[in-house]
């Protein structure tokens, strides 16, 4: 995976953030996956673009 697939689902997700209680485990998982796929991931980050208001 590349930067823009991680910044497109980080987008997705904020999104829908509001809309469902099942994101935290969500994200966490995607994060876990993204980590084994690219050890330079950065989980921080990944979920402060989860949480960023979008206009």
């Known amino acids: 995976m590349t930067r823009k697939d991680y910044v497109a689902i980080a987008r997705a997700i904020a999104l829908v953030r509001g809309d469902c209680d099942g994101l935290v485990p969500l994200v966490e998982e995607l994060c876990a996956i993204f980590k084994a796929d690219n050890p330079r991931f950065d989980k921080d980050?990944?979920?402060?673009?989860?949480?960023?208001?979008?206009s």
């Open 45 to 54: 980050r990944f979920i402060s673009a989860c949480v960023q208001e979008t």
